[in-house]
């Protein structure tokens, strides 16, 4: 699998405590915010709790947002490897849909019991909320139908 369409998941609303000393966004807050959106899609791909960041490449910051504004972020799978996952990410002005900021690539590594790679076993983007974490399963409600 190479190159899905990006799915923009998670909306922010940029406030105060978010802006930096010139009153726009402060990079920080943003990369805290991909970073977290690229654990829990991470963690949804590969089904587990324990996948860390690896990677990141450059960072390119396109425009700034202020104060106010709707920010919606974006995250694909560009390649499923044997223990890690690579993920294109977006991050953009709900609205005007200008490009506030781009990675090319981020890079989660899937970690076993013994916290070292393990192999992940996925090839494919899954739509659906189908790989369960372990320690999630149990609190699943029972299936319809
Ligand atoms: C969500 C968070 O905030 S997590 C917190 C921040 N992250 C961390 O603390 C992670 C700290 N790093 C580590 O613990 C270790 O580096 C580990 C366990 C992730 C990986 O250990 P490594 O010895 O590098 O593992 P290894 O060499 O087997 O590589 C694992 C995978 O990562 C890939 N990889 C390793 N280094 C890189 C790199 N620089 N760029 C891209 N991919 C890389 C490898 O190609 C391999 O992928 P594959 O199995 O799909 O082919």
Redesign the pocket.
């Given at each position: 699998m190479e190159n899905g369409d990006i799915t923009f998941h998670t909306r922010k609303w940029v406030r105060p405590e978010d802006l930096n000393a010139n009153g726009t966004l402060f990079g920080g807050s943003l990369l805290r915010w991909i970073?977290?959106e690229?654990?829990i899609y991470?963690i949804i791909q590969l089904g587990n709790g324990m996948?860390?960041?690896?990677?990141m490449s450059e960072i390119n910051f396109v425009s700034s947002a202020e104060q106010g504004d709707l920010i919606e972020m974006g995250l694909t799978a560009t390649?499923?490897?044997?223990?890690?996952?690579?993920m294109r990410a977006e991050v953009r002005n709900m609205f005007t849909r200008q490009s506030i900021l781009t990675i090319e690539?981020i890079?989660?590594?899937n970690?076993g019991e013994d916290?070292?790679?393990a192999?992940h076993g996925y090839t494919e983007i899954t739509y659906s909320r189908d790989r369960v974490p372990r320690q999630h399963l149990e609190r699943m409600p029972p299936r319809q139908g």
């Open positions: 970073d977290e690229a654990a991470a996948a860390v960041t690896k990677y390649h499923f490897g044997r223990t890690s996952l690579t690539k890079v989660f590594v970690l916290g070292k790679p192999p």
